[in-house]
């Protein structure tokens, strides 16, 4: 990419950022909240001053301007906090439950900003998005506020997939120039004018199928998503002082909606084929009634997905990876940034039910907020002012990181050499130093010719697996059966060990030889389908990724027998690809957390 389109990359990116804004600000309510993906600097400061100073104005309980527009959320904030809870120095002291309101309902109709959003635990995630749905918080308390959500992650961290669906828009902020051509004044206008026609703004039917159309075309898979586009259209076309929307302001909602949700890249359509003539015996056509255009919608689909995709970031195929699910036994312990639960040492993560007796560490404050409303049923000593019982004892719940061992699974058969074979190399070359970063052990298998080989068992030594990838030759027939049972083999001895593996799979997936070393396509596939079943039971995490030229239905069928993730890229470099494995392998790790 050249510099100048880089810049013009950039340059368009920021006027849809200053655009995302206003539309926030045109329906709040209707758009949910705001995804900003930017590091923290001045430059996302400035951002959120211009956010802040197009939102409408917040009424306090007296009617007053409120002074905070933001209720700021913690990454690691806990339930009570969050949602309201007991007033543990007001109980004690009354001797009655008083409660306390948590964020949520203090916000009464206002902003919550959630800095580092990409570290929020998934239970928190998970009862903000409850929150938002139902409207209300505990006991019917009700709960009205709009949400922006700061993503400062690298690399494989991203926002929990269950608040980032409630979004409407995601914007990423690069560093830059500060905002000085924004007009605040002439933009606040222009909001508030939109504000109040947002409610008389529609869509026509084209467009309504344009924008199921272009989610099919990007795997979209959320049907909120969709809904969320039509709003942004709406408001887009609100903004400019229309009633109706037009394909400009359905090509902004797709590039601030559904592209950053996209799961592929569509291919370039082919030529249609020539149309047929009639049969001479064929009947006449109804000549009152005019004949449908069928080239108008497909040219709306056509203008809008391309309108998108002409501002499409050159990362875009690494975030691809955010499709990639988890296909962990719940046995399976957690990777390289992932969480033992129940252990002894480690950070906590909460609190449980528990007894400080067996070595578990008490905690104190959440052990007296579960005795306290119940003070005023048990009869306190004099020299007793709390009464405990054994099921108000609380534990912290710990959690420790473990490590894990990644097998890479290369094809180097004659197929994959003709294809990329040398980007794979790069892109198993890259993610090799960033196992290293980690302190993963790395196994390296590679399959050409009648059989696979253990190229390097599992080891943090960088520069032997450089080697080993280097001196990989390529050509051959395709043994994938004998690079499945390779990895089984490989597996089960990383489990002796105490550690958990995971395997990322590179291959066209088109088995030609079976796993005794004979030709025959059949045959090959058969013996792949049983290995990858057989690998399958194992319960171990599986990330097929398809190498050849265009998405191939054998990689397809592989990576459903081994209920692995599966991603096609038929677009990428070394570096691209290499990012995308990498994020997408860290998706099919368990939840942070989740019980070993």
């Given amino acids: 990419m050249t510099e100048a389109v880089a810049q013009q990359l950039t340059a368009e990116a920021r006027r849809d950022a200053i655009s995302a804004a206003c539309l926030l600000a045109v329906a709040p309510q209707a758009l949910r909240g705001l995804r900003l993906r930017a590091r923290a600097g001045h430059h996302r400061d400035a951002y959120l001053d211009i956010l802040a100073a197009l939102l409408p104005t917040v009424l306090g309980a007296a009617g007053r301007e409120s002074v905070h527009r933001w209720h700021r959320l913690p990454s690691q904030t806990t339930e009570d906090r969050l949602l309201g809870g007991l007033d543990l120095v007001a109980t004690l002291a009354e001797g009655r439950p008083v409660l306390e309101p948590g964020i949520l309902a203090r916000a009464k109709g206002g902003y919550v900003l959630i800095p580092m959003a990409e570290r929020l635990p998934t ?23 709009g949400l922006i959500a700061l993503d400062e992650g690298i690399d494989d961290e991203a926002l929990p997939e269950a608040l980032g669906d409630r979004l409407a828009i995601h914007v990423e902020l690069e560093p830059g120039p500060p905002f000085d051509e924004v007009d605040l004044d002439e933009l606040r206008e222009r909001t508030e004018a939109a504000r109040q026609a ?15 159309a272009v989610s099919l075309a990007l795997d979209v898979r959320s049907v909120r998503a969709m809904a969320l586009c039509h709003a942004v259209t709406r408001a887009a076309a609100a903004l400019d002082g229309v009633d109706t929307a037009t394909p400009d302001h359905l090509a902004l909602a797709i590039r601030l909606v559904l592209l950053p949700r996209a799961r592929q890249i569509p291919q370039q359509a082919e030529a249609p084929p020539p149309q047929e003539q009639p049969p001479p015996d064929a009947p006449e056509p109804n000549l009152d009634q005019p004949p449908p255009d069928p080239s108008t919608q497909q040219a709306l689909d056509d203008i809008v997905l391309a309108a998108a995709l002409a501002r499409l970031p050159p990362d875009v195929l690494a975030r691809l990876a955010g499709d990639a699910r988890t296909r962990v036994a719940a046995s399976s312990t957690a990777r390289s940034g992932g969480n033992e639960t129940r252990a002894r040492h480690g950070r906590p993560a909460g609190v449980r039910l528990g007894d400080p007796t067996r070595g578990d560490r008490l905690d104190i404050v959440a052990t007296l907020r579960t005795a306290a409303p119940w003070q005023a049923l048990r009869q306190r000593k004099p020299d007793a002012p709390v009464v405990l019982q054994r099921s108000d004892f609380r534990v912290k719940r710990l959690v420790r990181p473990t490590g894990v061992t990644t097998i890479f699974l290369v094809d180097a058969s004659g197929s994959s050499a003709m294809h990329r074979l040398a980007e794979v190399k790069g892109a198993v070359e890259l993610l090799l130093a960033d196992c290293y970063v980690r302190r993963d052990h790395v196994a390296l298998i590679a399959f050409r010719g009648k059989a696979a080989e253990l190229l390097l068992p599992p080891t943090r030594a960088l520069a032997r697996a450089k080697r080993a990838l280097a001196a990989l030759p ?6 994938l059966a004998s690079a499945l049972v390779n990895a089984e083999a490989v597996v089960a001895d990383v489990r002796r060990r105490g550690n958990r593996a995971e395997i990322v799979v590179l291959t066209d997936g088109r088995a030609n030889v079976d796993r005794n070393g004979r030709p025959g396509r059949a045959n090959a596939e058969a013996d792949a389908q049983a290995a990858a079943r057989s690998l399958r039971a194992k319960g171990v995490g599986t990330l097929v990724i398809d190498t050849s030229a265009r998405p191939d239905p054998a990689s397809g069928r592989l990576a459903k027998a081994l209920g692995a993730a599966y991603m096609a890229l038929p677009y990428a470099d070394a570096r691209t690809l290499s990012s995308a494995v990498r994020a997408a392998s860290a998706s099919t790790a368990p939840a942070r957390g989740a019980r070993a």
Avoid: N, Q, W, Y
């Avoid at 947002?198 to 199921?212: E, G, S, V």
């Avoid at 390529?474 to 043994?479: A, F, K, L, N, Q």
């Fill in 198 to 212: 947002f409610a008389a703004t529609k869509l026509d039917d084209a467009t309504c199928d344009a924008i199921a």
């Fill in 123 to 145: 239970a928190t995630a998970a009862r903000i998005s409850h929150v938002m749905d139902t409207g209300e918080i505990l006991d019917g308390v009700p709960a009205c506020f």
């Fill in 474 to 479: 390529g050509g051959g027939g395709t043994p």
